[in-house]
Structure formats: structure tokens, C-alpha cells
């Protein structure tokens, strides 16, 4: 293997030792979190990480004597205990190859072929992790608009979570904002001519990311810290160089770019045919998946019947007209309807319950029962005299329930009908 362009010959032991941690590191880290990193590799994944898990369990529970064994793995949240175990053995596997690594070789000059292709792989990584993240904001997936139910929450019962999926599910502007941001610092990083620049657009855009997540205890945040870490390597290269041009006020030299190259010409074409190939194949089933799953996620998928706010005007249980007590704990005050399969009740002391929710609109029947008490199930025929009005007639355990709901216009929502204004006169700040 050739490089076009001079590289020093001699490397100093720290940047050697160094370059050997992060190789181990870094190909350990993507390898137990590929991320969707190649096409198909979840299956793969599926296959070697089953003896990682046994042994991530073995360790918290023999070598860290953690208070409670690891039953949890990596699932909606990347910050389990399990992860940051596993990152701890990665961490500690990487001193302990590099320094192995630095007795075996003490006489390597320097490691130019492997930096460079390590900063390839680094550089891959982040880069198909970013597109990954700004399709599904462009598209408008990750963060839907508030839901009715989300809409009636009082902010002080949000979690902080909550609150940064609403702030940032409002605005479909900001999404786009975000998601182009993720989305061209990605491509930017497959190109040695751009991946300076796409590394600095990575490094402030996984940088925001990062702090939303440890601000609002999202748990993507050893993710989000690794892409910040692994942006900060592939500037490494031009450390001197962007210290010269933006701090010292200096001339910054050209940058090598020159392109590690195979003796034989059929190795580099099948090298640049695999890359383009992997570029296209990122971009485009990305958003064609994501396109894909509009019809069941995100703003564009189908409501289901029945959707939104229903205020309860009256509640008839075997025959008596129930008052709306600010006391009851088992009268309704409103029904919402959100998602398809769920219904959430507000009772008329404020409290609510979450319950599965079966309507069958050919009938016109629903089953309700409570996630927090199944066997208390709820059928009900329901009827719609008028577009805003919902009666509903059945049976609650052993009673017989009358309820008469009204639907309330969600436009009446500040937070929907407020819109967007290039001239105020005053902050409208509620």
C-alpha cells in the first residue's frame, strides 16, 4: 500500500500508544454497537452478542460486585447498566491490548496506513449514525407532535424527557433545522476533501445533542458522548492546523489529503465502487424506510377513531347522575384519545389511568380495561349524534354506565393556535 502524500516517518511513543488504544477502542465500541452501520448487520449482531451478554453479566456481578445483577440490555435507552459496563470492558480492553500491543511492537516508526484507515472507519461511522438521525427528523419521526394527551399534561408532571420531545416535536421548522444540520454533517464526513468540515459541523451538532441529552436525562447519552469523542479524533489530524487558522491568527498549511492506495489498480476501483455503493445505499434507504414508516409513525400516520379530547358532560352509573366531584376518584372528567389500541381517562380528582383500548367501527363497540387492573374490563356500544358529540352505553364491572362526552377542538390549544409572527409589537411569552 501507497500514499500519495508525505506523512512524518517517525512517531512519538505517546501517539503511538495512543493510536493503539483508540484502534482497539473504537472497533470494539462500533462492533457492540454497530448502530446499523452496514446493511443486514442486526443480524449479525443478533448472533455474536448473546456470549457478550453472558459475560457483561458475569463481570458486573464477579468482578465489580454490582448490588444488583444486569437483567436489562440495550433497548430504548443506550444508558443502561449493561452499557456502560460493556463500555467500561471496552475501555479497559483497549489499555490492556494497547499496552501488549506496545511491548510486541516496540520498533514500529509509525502507524500512518493505520491511522488512516482507523479515521476511515471513525469517519463512516459517525457519518452513516448522523444521516441516520437527521432522515428521521426530516421525515419527521423521532419527535411527533404534542398529542392530546401530551397536550392536557401539566409541564410540572412532565418528565424532562417529555418536556425536550415536546419542545422539540412542536416545531416542524426546527426539525428540518436539526435534521439537514445531522444530515449534511454526514455526508460531508464520507469525502477526505469535506471531512474536516463535516468533523467541526459534527462536532457543535453532536455537541447540541449531547447536552440536550444530559440536560434532560435523555438516554442516548454514551452515544451522543462517544460521537462528540470520535468526532474530536478525526480532527486530531489538523490540530495544528485549525489551531493556527482560528486561535493564533496564523497561516495554516495545506492539509494531506492524500488517499492510501493498493499497488493493484482492481483494489482501488473495488474500494471506490464499495464506497459509493455504501454512500448511495446510507441515503437512500434511510429515507426510503423512513418514507416507509410514515404510515404508522410521526405526524403523516393515521389517526385512529375516534382521536382527541373528549370532556365528559355527564355520568350516569346504574341509573344516578354522578356529580363531578373534585373528590371522586372513579367518576370520568375527560377521555383522550391518542394512539391506536389506548385510551387515557382523567378522573374527576385529576388522577388518570392509561387503558387498552379496542374499537371495532363496524359495530360500533368498544372494550376498555385498565393496564393497571385487567380484570375490570369495560364494553361499551358507542354512538355520534353530531361530529363533536360521543355517547357511550355499557357496562363497567357490574355497573351499567351512560356517558355523554363532548369533543374539545385541540386549534383551542395556545400552543397550536399561537403559529408564527414576524412582527410583535410585544413578547408573547405565556
Known sequence: MTNTAAEPAYWSPLRKLSLRFFMIFFIAYIVFNPNGVLPNIDKLYEIYIEPVHTLVVWLGKHVLHLSKPITVFTNGSGDTTYDYVLLFFCFVTAIVGAVIWSVADRKARNYNNLFYWLTVVVRYYVAITMI??????????????????????????????????????????????????????????????????????????????????????????????????????????????????????KPASAANLGRH?????????????????????????????????????????????????????SFVRNKDTIPPLKTDTTRWDKLTISYAGRARVIMSDDTSRMHDFKIDTLKHTIDMYSYADTTGKAHYTYSQPSKDVLLLKGTMRTDSISIRLKKYDLKNFRLLNRGFHWINEYPYNR
Open 261 to 313: 492506495t493498493f499497488k493493484k489498480r482492481w483494489k482501488n476501483l473495488t474500494l471506490c465502487i464499495v464506497k459509493y455503493v455504501l454512500v448511495i445505499y446510507t441515503v437512500v434507504m434511510n429515507f426510503y424506510g423512513d418514507v416507509e414508516a410514515m404510515d404508522q409513525y410521526g405526524d403523516a400516520a393515521k389517526k385512529p377513531p375516534l382521536y382527541g379530547i373528549y370532556n365528559v358532560q
Open 132 to 249: 441516520t438521525y437527521g432522515c428521521v427528523k426530516i421525515i419527521k419521526l423521532q419527535f411527533p407532535s404534542p398529542s392530546p394527551d401530551r397536550l392536557l399534561q401539566p409541564f410540572g408532571n412532565a418528565s424532562p424527557m417529555g418536556l425536550a420531545w415536546t419542545y422539540m416535536g412542536y416545531s416542524t421548522g426546527f426539525n428540518y433545522f436539526t435534521g439537514f444540520a445531522e444530515f449534511t454533517c454526514g455526508v460531508l464526513l464520507f469525502f477526505r476533501r469535506t471531512a474536516t468540515l463535516g468533523a467541526i459541523v459534527g462536532l457543535v451538532v453532536a455537541g447540541n445533542i449531547m447536552a440536550i441529552n444530559y440536560a434532560f436525562d435523555v438516554p442516548v447519552k454514551l452515544l451522543s458522548t462517544m460521537l462528540v469523542i470520535m468526532c474530536l479524533y478525526i480532527l486530531s489530524k489538523d490540530f495544528i492546523r485549525l489551531t493556527n487558522f482560528f486561535i493564533l491568527n
